[in-house]
């Protein structure tokens, strides 16, 4: 069996009953379950479209995600995440560029590297040594004026954990920020570079090894092994190039508002809805949400 779930972006919830009707009548679906009025809505099926990608298509035209995929096992144990552009809306390298005078530099390498049409490991050294010199203050000010989170964030990870679900942050960033962005969001642990500091200052590099996309598929593997579960019970978001590895291992690998050359390469792509996208492709409904 499969599920379809058809969703709307909350700020703007529309998605419309004839719509659902009309394309669970397509495809032969079950009844529909409304997650959410106007939001979340799904339905079973006993056969995988052989049209999905076309409809889906005709989906974002209409401002919707459509995501199609097994019925079980849906529910999932652990969450694994990615931060920049993915549990906050920025990324912090960015924000701490443009306070150093060099935004619009470190921010077209950034777009490129997570494009992935640049080395990770060579383009996060160039940005960080732009950075030389600047106070180790303003990473506190970054934090405090620049830093918000993507909507929906704190509900998916205390949801989980409710459940009886294990929470992991891994980034490409710095700990500076993860920490903070775990500590908010309530995650079990975080892992992410270190920036190296000298007399207050940044030193211009980060300490070894450097975290990249490997380091997200040895931090699927470490805890998926901790923690006695498979890697087919993690469901793992991210935006950027780096994060195709935990996506394509994960048992749902979610490509969240990412760049068209990641998308392109996950099957399930959310581009309209915020992270509560992540709790509705599991079926739970609002009113299941923690912390909301």
Not at 230 to 251: P, Q, S, T
Not at 264 to 290: K, M, P, S, W
Request: hydrophobic residues 45%; charged residues 25%; proline residues 2%.
């Amino acid at each position: 069996m499969y599920v379809a779930t058809i969703l709307s972006n909350p700020e703007e919830p529309h998605l419309e009953r004839a719509l659902l009707d009309s394309l669970r009548d397509a495809w032969g679906g079950g009844d529909v379950v409304w997650l959410a009025q106007a939001e979340a809505a799904e339905f079973e099926l006993s056969v995988l479209p052989d049209n999905r990608w076309d409809v889906w298509e005709e989906m974002q035209r209409l401002g919707l995600d459509l995501i199609v995929q097994p019925a079980a096992g849906r529910k999932k144990k652990m969450l694994l995440a990615d931060m920049d552009s993915t549990m906050i809306r920025q990324e912090c390298i960015d924000e701490l560029a443009d306070e150093a005078g060099v935004g619009a530099r470190v921010a077209d390498i950034t777009a490129r590297a997570m494009n992935g049409e640049l080395d990770f490991e060579g383009a996060l050294l160039e940005r960080v040594g732009l950075l030389k010199g600047l106070d180790e203050a303003v990473i506190g000010k970054v934090l405090a004026e620049r830093i918000s989170f993507m909507p929906g964030g704190k509900a998916l990870v205390a949801t989980m954990r409710a459940v009886g679900g294990y929470a992991a942050l891994v980034s490409g960033g710095f700990t500076a920020f993860t920490g903070h962005v775990a500590r908010e969001l309530g995650f079990d642990e975080n892992h992410a570079n270190i920036l190296l500091i000298e007399d207050g200052k940044l030193s211009g590099d980060v300490a070894r090894p450097i975290l990249g996309r490997q380091a997200k598929v040895d931090a699927l593997e470490r805890i998926t092994r901790h923690l006695g579960i498979e890697e087919a019970d993690v469901l793992a978001v991210g935006d950027g190039a780096n994060d195709l590895g935990m996506l394509g291992r994960a048992g749902t690998g979610v490509a969240l508002h990412a760049k068209p050359s990641v998308a392109a390469q996950c099957e399930v792509r959310i581009n309209h809805g915020d992270l509560t996208a992540l709790l509705y492709l599991q079926g739970y409904a609002r009113e299941e949400f923690v912390g909301a």
